[in-house]
T-cell receptor, first 111, second 109 residues
Framework: NAGVTQTPKFQVLKTGQSMTLQCAQD?????MYWYRQDPGMGLRLIYY???????DKGEVPNGYNVSRLNKREFSLRLESAAPSQTSVYFC??????????FGQGTRLTVV | AQRVTQPEKLLSVFKGAPVELKCNYS??????LFWYVQYSRQRLQLLLR??SRESIKGFTADLNKGETSFHLKKPFAQEEDSAMYYC???????????FGQGTRLTINP
């Protein structure tokens, strides 16, 4: 019973490098989300996908892109990483009228 | 626009004392409100939601539409309640789920 799985768990990038954070869920949920967690800022929504084939901007989308590859997978891409993107990233999924289930997080450091 | 505000970043109380974590929201439609909790080294998980009107681990929360609040309360705090608590809002029928800034609750022995 994996739930929501994020890879990698940790990553260090140099400024300007690109990378993709992967998220997969095995609960057949329609909606998926990407958040970043920063001290004092709480959880801020980057992008979300209400269903396969759709994506929408959240509160802090600048510098990020997403792909809803299929119902299971929702990836977050940083094209040119910046130190301001140092954060802990969480993926979540939910079905209609249910709670959101979270991944274990990806700790990203941009130097 | 959806907005959730948790005015206290840190809250510290003694074991056995009452606890209240504040949550205020801004939303023009009908909101669905949630409290999520993150214990040390664990994933964020749902604590309770307003539509179920239940008590979980002794916590309750009542949606006050007049004051646009959804404060989390517990009459007698326990040490295992120490954690990070997030209030969250989703519009009814919508999928966008936004969170507040979080409150770190510490229960002192």
């Amino acid at each position: 019973n994996a739930g929501v799985t994020q890879t990698p768990k940790f990553q260090v990038l140099k400024t300007g490098q690109s990378m993709t954070l992967q998220c997969a869920q095995d609960m057949n949920h329609n909606s998926m989300y990407w958040y970043r967690q920063d001290p004092g800022m709480g959880l801020r929504l980057i992008y979300y996908s209400a269903s396969e084939g759709t994506t929408d901007k959240g509160e802090v989308p600048n510098g990020y892109n997403v792909s809803r590859l299929n119902k299971r997978e929702f990836s977050l891409r940083l094209e040119s990483a910046a130190p301001s993107q140092t954060s802990v990233y969480f993926c979540a999924s939910r079905a209609a009228n249910t709670e959101a289930f979270f991944g274990q997080g990806t700790r990203l450091t941009v130097v | 626009a959806q907005r959730v505000t948790q005015p206290e970043k840190l809250l510290s109380v003694f074991k056995g004392a009452p606890v209240e974590l504040k949550c205020n929201y801004s939303y023009s439609g009908s909101p669905e409100l949630f409290w999520y909790v993150q214990y040390s080294r664990q994933r964020l998980q749902l604590l309770l939601r307003h539509i179920s009107r239940e008590s979980i681990k002794g916590f309750t929360a009542d949606l006050n539409k007049g004051e646009t609040s959804f404060h989390l309360k517990k009459p007698f705090a326990q040490e295992e309640d120490s954690a990070m608590y997030y209030c969250a809002l989703k519009g009814q029928g919508a999928q966008k789920l936004v969170f507040g800034q979080g409150t770190r609750l510490t229960i002192n022995p």
